[in-house]
């Protein structure tokens, strides 16, 4: 089996010869991620987020980077952890041949005239690159290729550079999700993507950014983080934040999570962890982290708290009435539930 180390990627591979178990592992040569089949060709598309109205989703990137370059310290995406971007400077051909392929796929199975959604799974879209969104625009035509976009980017860059978001809007983006995470995040540390601090505080940049959104014609679904020693307050102001966005109809889907510590390929966190018991223990607080994204009883990250079953009834009454508040607009009733989006730009 020597001869497949040149074979690109990190991997083993074994056989059994003679009773015994032979393995080589590979070299360690780097993937062209150009020569890489669409996720779409491989395995179809099979299922729709609720905020593309039925149209099948497609998992779409231009994979610019397998981690996120603000790293911030709770996050399993962090290029600390999972790496730096790769391939960066033809992201968006990349992108746009997905997008191509979520198109043949879709009418092949569906129909010539069925709708096509593709949900970008870079950590943030296209690095909300000027740059990289021009060359996007060249190269992508919505008009010929109409796919209803959705992708992730936060809320820093969104304030920072609100004309991507209207002419992203004109590609076809019709859904942003992004990490608010927590009100406060001085108070927590580690959020390194809370970086425009001298244009107002985080909940402050957040309406701005929502308000950018809704003026390109963009819904807005929420990530939310607790867990992170935040109080009654904090929760108060954030859930305050997200009815007025709710109220403008921008919102239109919340995502929560319980902070948890990832064992993340050995990298020091803080709390020595074996990971051998299952997160999350039967009984009662089972029924009720399912509403989370991401959540564990025992694996809280340093610093943080484990969920308590006061505290998580709090959120879900909350979140499940802000989400109950009337639409402002007909279609929005239809695409309220919940969790489209991955990560937690
Ligand atoms: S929380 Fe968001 S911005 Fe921060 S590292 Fe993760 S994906 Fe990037």
């Known amino acids: 089996m020597g001869h497949l180390t040149t074979t690109p990627g990190h991997w083993i591979a074994g056989t059994i010869m003679d009773d015994q178990v032979h393995t080589v592992c590979s070299s360690g040569m780097p993937l062209d991620y150009n020569g890489m089949p669409s996720p779409a060709e491989m395995f179809g598309i099979t299922t729709s987020f609720d905020v593309f109205g039925g149209a099948p989703t497609a998992h779409v990137f231009s994979d610019i980077g397998r981690g996120c370059i603000y790293d911030c310290i709770f996050c399993s995406e962090r290029i600390s952890v999972v790496g730096p971007p790769r391939q960066f400077k033809i992201s968006p051909h990349r992108l746009c041949g997905q997008l191509a392929a979520a198109r043949r796929v879709v009418k092949a199975d569906y129909g010539e005239n069925f709708p096509v959604s593709a949900f970008i799974e870079d950590s943030t879209l296209l690095g909300w690159n000027s740059a990289l969104v021009a060359q996007f625009e060249k190269v992508f035509d919505p008009l010929e290729n109409p796919v209803r976009l959705g992708g992730q980017a936060t809320i820093d860059q969104i304030v920072n550079n609100p004309a991507l978001a209207r002419r992203l809007g004109r590609m076809g983006l019709e859904y942003l999700f992004i990490g608010v995470e927590t009100p406060r995040p001085e108070l927590v540390g580690g959020l390194h993507k809370n970086i425009a601090t001298k244009k107002g505080s985080w909940m402050e940049r957040g309406d701005k950014a929502v ?36 109220k403008t109809g921008s919102l239109i889907t919340i995502s929560m999570n319980w902070a948890v510590q990832h064992p993340l390929r050995n990298t020091v966190q803080g709390n020595e962890y074996t990971y051998l018991d299952w997160a999350v223990s039967p009984g009662p607080m089972l029924s009720l ?8 009883e025992i694996y809280p990250i340093a610093g943080g708290t484990s969920p308590d079953e006061a505290s998580v009834k709090d959120i879900l009454q909350a979140t499940t009435e802000i989400m109950a508040m009337p639409p402002a607009h007909p279609m929005q009733k239809q695409e309220a539930d919940h969790v489209p989006g991955r990560g937690v730009a």
């Open 211 to 246: 308000e950018i959104l809704s003026e390109a014609g963009i819904k807005v679904g929420v990530s939310l983080l607790f867990g992170m020693g935040e109080g009654a307050a904090e929760r108060q102001q954030l859930f305050s934040a997200l009815e007025s966005w709710r």
């Open 289 to 296: 982290l399912r509403n989370f994204g991401e959540s564990s």
